[in-house]
């Protein structure tokens, strides 16, 4: 296999990546990379509406990717 997914990174993150190859107990020297994953997704198109005196609603469309908003 000559390709590998890296899960579970954080965002806007430089990671430095190396690379082996192995055959039986030996490995080879690394072949290093550097990259920085992409910053999250805003959210879009936000509304704020049916304001009150001390409450009000607010909806807008899913930032990709997003597992909550605060």
Do not use: C, H
């Amino acid at each position: 296999e000559t390709t590998v997914v890296l899960q579970g990174l954080t965002p806007l993150t430089k990671y430095l990546v190396n690379v082996y190859s192995v055959i039986g107990e030996d490995s080879s020297e690394p072949l290093k990379g550097t990259e920085t994953t992409l910053p999250l997704s805003a959210v879009r198109s936000m509304t704020v509406y049916d304001e009150q005196t001390t409450t009000m609603r607010v909806r807008w469309e899913a930032a990709q990717g997003a597992t909550g908003y605060m």
